[in-house]
């Protein structure tokens, strides 16, 4: 299968975007990070990112705090910071990828792309799929084998219902293998790391997640068959084999971010991306971020709009291809 017009939604690298900053603006009161998820998983991440950086760096005299306000993959934070909470310049609100594909399919009801201020960009991550350790599918082919004989024989859990970027990493495969997607067994979780705790305990066959999420399930004998990158990642994860090299041209690169409320004010924003841009300029946080198998990518401004518009567009016509929207 080829997925051309998906395989290079972003770079690898993007040049650091420090643009034009008011540097008289104060540092905002009561930092905050919202993790649109329960603790653990990507979302979880995504905070802990600015949180630790920010903190190492210096660049926040209070400490950050990161709170989780779960719900629809993002669906509740984006509705709360685009409602209610439109102008608290200290908090900003995790998205990835999985936040873009929810919007383009209309699941955060009467707010689009349009009802927030993108800030900045932090890291890109990949999609993957992965088994317990003692599972008897090996590679791609054998989970494609057991689709095409049986869509039902396999269970697999992922963050998000039908629709979501957990399901679609899923969809993709079996679309490859001359599947309907639809006719998949998948169980929805709201993220964190409930779906591989769903896996240790027997409950799923195989769960869709990501890169960065691997490291902190080792422990749980977890085996990854497939990361749907371009090429294979660098450091530990260079021993997991991409889909691609396996026969299924599949990629599904996640941006991860933050956003914050329409009516946080430009001195405000400002502030946040000049802090952003200075931690990304860190050799230390550059390290930071590889050692937890996050792609630096630092993405600002009008650069970072166009970006999650181009997103939308391109998820919406996935939400088209697989009849998940009109």
Same mark, same amino acid.
């Given at each position: 299968m080829r997925n051309a017009k998906f395989s290079k939604i972003l770079p690898l690298t993007c040049a650091l975007l420090l643009g034009s900053f008011n540097a008289a603006a104060d540092e905002p009161a009561r930092p905050e990070c919202i993790a649109p998820t329960k603790p653990g @998983?990507?979302?979880? +991440?995504?905070?802990? $990112?600015?949180?630790? #950086?920010?903190? =190492? /760096?210096?660049?926040?005299?209070?400490?950050?705090?990161?709170?989780?306000?779960?719900?629809?993959?993002?669906?509740?934070?984006?509705?709360?910071?685009?409602?209610?909470?439109?102008?608290?310049?200290?908090?900003?609100?995790?998205?990835? @990828?999985?936040?873009? +594909?929810?919007?383009? $399919?209309?699941?955060? #009801?009467?707010? =689009? /792309?349009?009802?927030?201020?993108?800030?900045?960009?932090?890291?890109?991550?990949?999609?993957?799929?992965?088994?317990?350790e003692d599972s008897p599918y090996k590679t791609l082919d054998d989970v494609v084998a057991a689709l095409k004989k049986d869509p039902k024989s396999i269970s697999v859990g992922g963050g998000g219902s039908i629709g979501g970027q957990g399901w679609v990493k899923i969809a993709l495969l079996a679309k490859a293998a001359g599947v309907n997607p639809r006719d998949l067994r998948y169980a929805a979780f709201e993220g964190g790391a409930e779906h591989y705790m769903a896996l240790m305990g027997k409950h799923v066959d195989l769960v869709t997640g990501s890169a960065s999420e691997i490291r902190a399930q080792k422990a749980n004998k977890i085996r990854t068959l497939a990361i749907f990158s371009e090429e294979r990642l660098p450091g530990e994860l260079a021993e997991i084999p991409t889909a691609r090299e396996q026969g299924y041209d599949i990629q599904w690169p996640l941006i991860r971010g933050y956003f914050v409320g329409p009516e946080v004010s430009p001195e405000a924003v400002s502030w946040w991306r000049e802090t952003f841009a200075k931690l990304h300029a860190s050799a230390e946080f550059q390290q930071y971020l590889s050692d937890r198998d996050v792609l630096p990518l630092s993405v600002s401004g009008d650069e970072l709009n166009a970006l999650v518009k181009q997103q939308v567009a391109q998820y919406r016509e996935l939400g088209r291809e697989f009849g998940l929207v009109e």
């Open positions: @998983g990507g979302f979880d +991440l995504t905070c802990k $990112l600015a949180q630790a #950086g920010l903190k =190492d /760096e210096g660049l926040l005299k209070a400490p950050m705090r990161v709170t989780y306000m779960p719900g629809g993959i993002g669906a509740v934070a984006y509705n709360s910071i685009a409602a209610n909470r439109r102008a608290e310049a200290g908090t900003i609100v995790a998205f990835s @990828g999985a936040s873009l +594909l929810n919007l383009a $399919l209309g699941k955060y #009801g009467r707010y =689009d /792309e349009d009802a927030v201020q993108w800030l900045t960009t932090i890291g890109t991550d990949y999609g993957t799929l992965a088994v317990s």
